[in-house]
């Protein structure tokens, strides 16, 4: 009896030994597994934060950027503007008996920068009306019948040839195009004014299909006698609204504009505002162009009313107001 109680606790000492060795054999897999799970895991979340600050911090990524800053929309015009105002344009010639004639273009590319097209294709309307000046209210508005009289303005394109005078006083559906991708593509309409034009100029808007998500190109244009000899005028101002203080901008639109010879000199605050990095490449690229500081002089030699749509960005507007933008912020000086 004595035997058989010995055999019994040892054989449950065997078993309780074999239990316990096979836990500590199955548990010990586990424990290293989830460790090495974890490890793989934090290994994983390194390596992307280290390839996401790679890449953000690479050359490569801040070319995209430099790049995209210095091309532009890659929708533009000789003659037409993006964003607001009136931006009229004036056609010159030396004596009433010429045709004022001005050929506006339409591109698929920034002004002066043929070599980067878009990507894309470009689907555009055309819309043109005659308008003339409300002296009173300070605004263009539609010409009526009565106000155009005689005179006429001629747009053509290829073969076909509108005729705007008071029997047609706008225009919607005749005009349109597709600028292709991918090469410099340029469509170029011919405006003709009448010799003996009176205060009846032309509108022409270029509305670009939605889905490019591309700015509306804008002017007007008028044509003007200019004898020779007459005084060169050239001015810069600014185009954003007054009605609200300068301090509420990011940043600012700014116009050189005229017609003549001369040398145009633009000067800035640069404690106020920096000049944009498109804009200092689209004046220094104008052949005789120099910079000293914060300030550019350039030749201007134009027959024909010329412009350039310069941006500043802020560094530190506060009280100041447009007088003090205009007086001391920007400033300009022309001399023949």
């Given at each position: ?19 316990r060795n096979g836990i500590e054999k199955l548990g010990q897999p586990v424990y290293m597994r989830a460790a090495i799970l974890l490890l793989i895991l934090s290994l994983l979340v390194c390596s992307g934060i280290f390839t996401y600050a790679k890449f953000t911090n690479s050359l490569q990524a801040q070319r995209t ?272």
């Open positions: 009896m004595e035997r058989k109680q010995k055999n019994v606790e040892k054989n449950g000492q065997s078993n309780t030994a074999s239990r950027v430099a790049a995209y800053d210095t091309l532009g929309e890659r929708f533009s015009s000789n003659y037409l503007q993006a964003g607001e105002g009136s931006n009229v344009r004036t056609v010159t010639v030396a004596s009433a008996y010429e045709m004022p004639l001005a050929i506006v273009t339409v591109c698929n590319y920034e002004q002066g920068r043929q070599m980067y097209v878009n990507t894309m294709n470009i689907p555009y309307t055309l819309s043109l009306r005659l308008v003339k000046y409300n002296n009173v209210m300070g605004v263009y508005e539609a010409a009526t019948a009565g106000d155009v009289g005689a005179n006429t303005i001629s747009v053509s394109k290829g073969g076909t040839t509108v005729v705007f005078n008071s029997s047609k006083l706008s225009d919607t559906t005749t005009f349109s195009g597709t600028l292709s991708y991918l090469a410099a593509a340029t469509d170029a309409y011919t405006v003709t004014f009448d010799p003996y034009q009176s205060e009846i100029y032309l509108e022409m808007t270029v509305t670009p299909d939605q889905e490019t998500h591309l700015s509306t190109l804008h002017g007007i244009l008028k044509a003007e006698i200019r004898m020779a000899g007459a005084t060169s005028s050239w001015e810069g101002s600014f185009q954003d609204s007054t009605a609200s203080a300068p301090a509420t901008y990011d940043g600012f639109n700014y116009r050189v504009t005229g017609v003549g010879s001369g040398t145009f000199t633009l000067r800035w605050d640069s404690s106020k505002v920096g000049i944009s990095a498109v804009s200092l490449m689209t004046l220094l690229d104008i052949e005789g162009a120099t910079m000293v500081g914060s300030s550019i002089s350039f030749p201007v030699d134009d027959a024909v009313e010329s412009l350039y749509d310069l941006q500043f960005y802020k560094i530190n507007i506060t009280s100041e107001t447009w007088s003090d933008m205009t007086s001391s912020v920007v400033t300009f000086d022309f001399s023949e």
